[in-house]
């Protein structure tokens, strides 16, 4: 029985409708709940959003908007702590702005006397030496931090944090459910009620959309690109490959833009790369109809093999126990895929289409081996998700 009630403001890149974020945030949302439940405290969360109209629509939490300071600051002073986190959060590639703007809002918790609690991020790459003493000075004051790769943990304790108070635990998102699996016992990494009841939930499930439903035996690839070699040369050689493969055989190539338009535009420009492929059997489609973060999810799940550059797209993959082959762009990119024991294909630098064909056709030949070999690593996986948020839980019960 619930008798305490918790309040907590999450900090995060929420409310730009980024696919992978989103999930992020549904993930902690979640395991908050589900970690709350089973500790009897009920955890109210805040959420700093760029659209907190759609944040509240979308998630039925309260949200404030983030780049408001006195909002921010009523929301922290009436909480009983701060999330920071999850995603890469904490770096300073894309924007000299960013670890600035997610350190103040720490800073103001701490100042608040609130505690804090780094949420599962990934750190780096941080270029700039000035930002390191900021990092140690906020992180040294830190209740709780988890980072989601060991190379976070590494470049933390080169800026001066202990190490002992660092906790190595995966990407929130992959402990996130479906919503039918959430207390049906379906490979959730979470106690389940009973077979019957999973079934039954699997059977009650959402209908996909009717490009998933028409699909016949042809073998799906699903596809997660994005803009980033000033030349394009990566999104060349995935054009290439595929192809190369539609030449071989009969395939179903569907893209999965996770960010738009910037993910749509750069699926665009690999279909019209590859030409007319539908002379040999095979197809080309879109997803579009993403209206929450577990929707991707699903879709993803239906696919046979996924080709991804965006991290999480190869997260959603794990996570379904979809055999996928990753693209790096991006260090957390390799960071991840070390956990699975893998590599990337190649880089947005140096991508070989012939390397690429080859890997992808071998997992659509071979799927099963690929489940069966990393089976127990995603398993360990999702079981350890949901870490952070029981360590929070656990923080607020015992401060009364």
Same mark, same amino acid.
């Given at each position: @029985? ?64 983030? @780049? ?28 000299? /702005? ?35 003493? @900021? ?38 998102? @992959? ?115 993403? /209206? ?78 690929? /489940?069966? $070999? ?7 996986? /999702?079981? $350890? ?16």
């Amino acid at each position: @029985m619930v008798s305490t009630i918790k309040t907590i403001v999450i900090s995060g890149y929420y409310g730009f409708k980024n696919s992978g974020d989103e999930a992020v945030l549904k993930s902690i949302l979640t395991a908050l709940e589900q970690e709350g439940q089973a500790a009897g405290i009920q955890v109210q969360p805040v959420v700093l959003s760029i659209d907190p109209e759609w944040t509240e629509r979308t998630y039925g939490v309260k949200s404030v908007h983030r @780049m408001k300071l006195g909002e921010v600051r009523r929301a922290i002073k009436e909480s009983d702590g701060l999330i920071s986190g999850g995603g890469s959060l904490l770096q300073d590639a894309t924007s000299p /702005k960013t670890i600035p703007y997610y350190l103040g809002i720490l800073k103001l918790a701490q100042w608040a006397n609130k505690p804090t609690f780094i949420y599962a991020q990934g750190v780096g790459p941080v270029n700039r030496g000035l930002f390191h003493p @900021m990092i140690r000075s906020v992180f040294r004051k830190c209740s709780y931090i988890s980072v989601r790769d060991v190379q976070s943990a590494e470049l933390l304790q080169s800026f001066g944090i202990d190490q002992a108070s660092i906790q190595v635990v995966p990407d929130p998102v @992959m402990g996130l459910p479906l919503p039918e699996e959430i207390g049906a016992g379906v490979d959730t990494g979470a106690p389940g009620t009973s077979v019957e009841a999973a079934e039954r939930s699997v059977s009650e499930a959402p209908p996909v959309d009717s490009e998933v439903q028409d699909r016949s035996p042809v073998p799906v690839v699903g596809i997660s690109v994005r803009y980033w070699n000033p030349e394009k040369r990566e999104l060349a050689a995935i054009a290439e490959a595929l192809r190369e493969i539609s030449s071989d055989r009969a395939v179903h190539f569907r893209f999965l833009p996770f960010h738009q338009p910037d993910d749509l535009q750069a699926s665009r420009y690999i279909e019209q790369l590859m030409g007319d492929i539908t002379r040999d059997g095979s197809r080309i489609s879109y997803y579009l109809e993403e /209206k929450q973060a577990q929707d991707m999810l699903r879709e993803v799940g239906s696919c046979d093999v996924v080709l991804g550059m965006r991290l999480h797209s190869l997260i959603y993959a794990a996570n379904r126990k979809v055999p996928l082959i990753g693209i790096s762009y991006d260090p957390k990119i390799n960071h991840f895929l070390n956990r699975l024991d893998s590599e990337p294909a190649g880089s947005s630098d140096s991508l070989d289409p012939a390397v690429l064909k080859d890997r992808l056709l071998k997992l659509l030949d071979d799927a099963e081996s690929w /489940k069966a $070999e990393h089976e127990e690593q995603i398993a360990v996986l /999702k079981r $350890e998700a949901a870490l952070p948020a029981r360590r929070i839980v656990e923080y607020l019960r015992h401060r009364g």
